[in-house]
């Protein structure tokens, strides 16, 4: 308590220095939370965009399907097993769907395609292909003996929405799969090589084609809150621990996306370092000076019975309360600039505006408000601080009284 | 026994080329309830004295014990607790931390002794009471007179309830009314209270009032006089 007042007080003495230290501080978090929250804005998006209108954040498999993505790892999804997924309170969607590899053909041009079996109304839930049309209609039930093609297949296999495609492929246990379609429409998804060979199919008339009725790689789970994906995986793998399921996470299965984020999410941290090491060297000087200036009264203090540590904390403490304030404002500044820009997303237009639009992402960025994006930038500044008080405080509780007080 | 005794203290400061003997063999003994004074020309050794009695500064050769304890024997930290349980000080100037009223300065002390709050604030109001400063308790030290300023410091030295008092030249930078009333002050609490005073002073006013009178010449004791 005494050391705080002290502290507290000793702070307003310099007031100007004390200020200026505190304003480098809050420039310094203000800028670093802003940009932080437009990032993690933009990686909110890039991973709605694919996962969670594609992928799904989490999906459950048939044990060994992600290693071997055969047919042949597909399996029945009993009641027993919906029941325990739609018993779990995060997941407010399960989308069924079977996937294999085909050849499409048309009359001139054929080529290797993703078929995914979807179910015309669970699947409005994910990949959305009603939204996602670029051109024709969207099925009207599971049974339609039709197909949506990715918007590039159509144009290489050289045909029309309406005209027919021929399906070759390998169905269940080795069994040959063929099928006459009908073309309904194209769909624009947010993957350039998927748009290449994506082909959809309602799901029964892809287990027909597949010679593998009923069966299933994979049940992607809608999840509203992606906070909660870990607690959610670790709970369903608790329940399925039994049955011979894989239950998968996002990350597991587009590594290469959470690869990419957090590359740039870490040299983003290498700029905000950068920033925050000139701060240090800011706060370096203040420290240095407090002690230069007050060396006689540290003396007088030591003289008289004050512990070393003590010294220590009171100009620890001192330097903390400039820091911590600085970046308390700081988070304070930054708190309406990225709740402005979460209401009000930055829009991208021109060529920007296609790129995001070719890969169906909205061109909108909106900033995220992730708490832990505004307050580890005090816990950096906390530690900044330390690291850079550390060695003159402890110079500091040294010094000999008789030297400090002659000078 | 004496409450300060110094065997041979001999202090040699080598900083320069050449090494200078601040002090030459010192034996002094101080028994409970002086009122000393240390005098002597500029450079005669008396703040190295001074030092060395209050734990300060370590002798180059001899002994400084106070109340039996070879202070040389202490570690940093047990030196620097010894302090703060048995030495009072009273320096030229700058006594006070700035940012605490005179009240918290002389608390301050006591509060580091692990005394309780209520304590702290009772004897704090008491002392400042007895150097005269009743009205001025919540002022800082810049808002204070140095004579007042200096008698908070004499206040927060007695706080701790010290064996003694030691004060180097607490009166050099007052002028002659607030160095009267200082030595006053200090004057009563030695025949009130048998505190021990050891202050070490130019000021011929101040000589004369000292009931011992110990002049440094050359880092030696030169004379050692009682009234
Ligand atoms: N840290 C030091 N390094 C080198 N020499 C020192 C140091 N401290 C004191 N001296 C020297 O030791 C001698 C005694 O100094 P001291 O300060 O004890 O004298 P003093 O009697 O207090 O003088 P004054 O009346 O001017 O205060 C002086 O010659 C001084 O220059
Ligand atoms: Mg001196």
């Not at chain 1, 159509?154 to 021929?166: F, H, K």
């Not at chain 1, 995220?368 to 900044?384: E, R």
């Amino acid at each position: 308590m005494l050391y705080l007042r002290l502290a507290w007080r000793n702070i307003w003495r310099n007031r100007r220095r004390s200020l200026i230290t505190m304003f480098s501080v809050i420039v310094a978090v203000l800028l670093a939370s802003v940009m932080r929250s437009m990032q993690e804005g933009q990686y909110d998006m890039m991973i709605e965009g694919t996962v969670g209108t594609f992928v799904g954040y989490i999906q459950v498999q048939q044990e060994g399907f992600w290693d071997d993505q055969t047919l042949d790892n597909s399996f029945v999804a009993g009641d027993s097993l919906l029941a325990i997924l739609n018993s779990e309170k995060e997941v407010s969607g399960v989308v069924p769907r079977i996937q294999s590899f085909a050849l499409a053909a048309g009359e001139e041009q054929s080529r290797p395609a993703m078929v995914i079996g979807i179910d015309v109304e669970a699947e409005l839930q994910l990949i959305n292909p009603q939204e996602k049309l670029r051109s024709g209609t969207y099925f009207s039930d599971n049974n339609e003996q039709a197909v949506l093609l990715g918007k590039d297949l159509l144009s290489r296999l050289q045909i029309q929405v309406g005209d027919s495609v021929v399906m070759l492929g390998q169905g269940f246990r080795g069994q040959s799969a063929t099928g006459l379609y009908e073309v309904k429409g194209t769909v624009s998804v947010p993957n350039a090589e998927l748009n290449k060979s994506l082909v959809l199919m309602p799901l029964q008339t892809s287990q027909y084609f597949l010679a593998a009725p009923n069966r299933l790689t994979s049940l992607s789970l809608v999840v509203d809150d992606p906070g909660e994906i870990e607690s959610t995986i670790q709970q369903l793998e608790a329940k399925l621990s039994a049955a011979a399921y894989d239950v998968m996470s996002w990350e597991e299965m587009l590594p290469e996306l959470q690869q990419s984020i957090e590359a740039d999410r870490g040299s983003s941290y290498i700029i905000i370092m950068i920033l925050y090491v000139v701060v240090g060297f800011g706060i370096l000087g203040t420290v240095l000076m407090m002690i230069t200036e007050r060396s006689y009264e540290f003396g007088v203090m030591i003289s008289i019975g004050t512990p070393r540590m003590a010294i220590a904390a009171i100009l620890g403490l001192e330097i903390l309360f400039i820091a911590l304030l600085g970046s308390g404002v700081g988070i304070l500044f930054s708190l309406p600039v990225a709740w402005y820009f979460n209401i009000n997303p930055i829009e991208f237009t021109g060529e920007m505006a296609a790129v995001m639009e070719s890969y169906s992402l909205e061109p909108y960025l909106p900033f995220s408000l992730d708490p832990s994006v505004f307050y580890i930038q005090a816990v950096i500044i906390f530690i900044i601080t330390l690291l850079f008080s550390f060695i003159p405080l402890l110079k500091a509780s040294k010094l000999n009284p008789v030297k400090a007080m002659r000078s | 026994m004496p409450i300060i005794e110094t065997q041979g203290l001999t202090k040699v400061y080598n900083s320069d080329q050449v090494p200078v003997h601040a002090l030459n063999g010192v034996d002094l003994n101080i028994e409970k309830g002086e009122f000393t004074a240390i005098v002597g020309p500029s450079g005669s050794g008396k703040t190295t004295l001074l030092n060395i009695i209050g734990g300060l500064d370590n002798p180059t050769e001899g002994k400084a014990k106070v109340q039996g304890t070879d202070l040389d024997t202490l570690s940093d930290g047990k030196l620097i607790n010894f302090r703060l349980h048995h030495i009072g000080f009273v320096f030229q100037a700058y006594n006070l931390i700035p940012v605490l009223t005179a009240l918290e300065n002389v608390s301050f002390v006591m509060q580091m002794q692990g005394r309780s709050l209520e304590e702290c604030k009772t004897k704090s109001i008491a002392l400042l009471e007895e150097v005269g400063l009743e009205d001025k308790i919540h002022k800082r030290p810049s808002e204070l007179s140095g004579g007042q300023q200096q008698r908070v410091a004499v206040a927060r030295a007695l706080a701790s309830k010290p064996d003694f008092v030691l004060a180097d030249e607490p009166t050099a930078n007052l002028d002659s009314v607030s160095t009267a009333e200082l030595l006053d002050m200090m004057l009563e609490l030695n025949e009130q209270e048998d505190m021990t005073f050891v202050f070490s002073t130019h000021d011929q006013r101040v000589i004369d009032r000292a009931r011992r009178v110990v002049t440094l010449v050359d880092g030696k004791i030169d004379s050692d006089e009682q009234r």
